[in-house]
Structures are given as structure tokens and as C-alpha cells.
């Protein structure tokens, strides 16, 4: 069993940056893909980006490419998410989410799930 924490999440304005991070507990990191999602208030849950267990393959949803970077370090078992020229339509609930291969494959359908962290941008 792997268990996901998330931190990072806070308040910011329009134009300002975040970094999420993900400490994972468990085996072997490297043979996990992670990702992460975000959901919105009555909203259903999106997908934003992944990255393999590498770290050579990276997936980012249309509305965060340019703006958001994912990356992760195997030797502190960390997936992070930088979050730049935020927009209040990226507030959300973060979730960090992995899967049990170090493959993406054709999408990321995760097999374990943070319990979340809320990032807010006013404008």
C-alpha cells in the first residue's frame, strides 16, 4: 500500500506561483507514475499532469501546458507540481494521485490517492 501526502497549497493572487509536493511512502517510488488531479467546487474531478516512473515521459492537461511543470525525485520519494502565472480558474482541490507501474501508457488512471490540498487564486 502506498500512502500519498500532499503540501503546498495555499492562497495566492492572479499571475503568482505555487509548488505542490508529494511524499510518498511505500516500495520502490521509482516503479510508481504519478500524477495530479484537481476538482474544482461542483466540479468533476480533472486530470492536470503526469510523469513516469523515470521521469522521461510527461503528460500535462491543454489548460495547465506552458504554465505548470511536474517533476519528481526518486531519491526523496517526492512528485511535485509547480504551478506558474496561476489564474483563478486553477483553484481547485489538488490531489496527488499514482499508479502501480512505472508506465503512463495512454493516460494516468490512478491506483492510490492523496487526501487533497486546496490552492486558491483571487483575482
Known amino acids: 500500500q502506498v500512502q500519498l501526502v500532499e503540501s503546498g497549497g495555499g492562497a495566492v493572487q492572479a499571475g503568482g506561483s505555487l509548488r505542490l509536493s508529494c511524499a510518498a511512502s511505500?516500495?520502490?517510488?521509482?516503479?510508481?507514475?504519478m500524477g495530479w488531479f484537481r476538482q474544482a467546487p461542483g466540479k468533476e474531478r480533472e486530470f492536470v499532469a503526469a510523469?513516469?516512473?523515470?521521469?522521461?515521459?510527461?503528460y500535462y492537461a491543454d489548460s495547465v501546458k506552458g504554465r505548470f511543470t511536474i517533476s519528481r525525485d526518486n531519491a526523496k520519494n517526492t512528485v511535485y507540481l509547480q504551478m506558474n502565472s496561476l489564474k483563478p480558474e486553477d483553484t481547485a482541490v489538488y490531489y496527488c494521485a499514482g499508479k502501480r507501474s512505472a508506465f503512463l501508457g495512454a493516460s494516468m488512471i490512478p491506483d492510490y490517492w492523496g487526501q487533497g490540498t486546496q490552492v486558491t487564486v483571487s483575482s
Open positions: 510523469i513516469s516512473g523515470s521521469g522521461g515521459t510527461r
Open positions: 511505500g516500495r520502490i517510488f521509482s516503479t510508481y507514475a
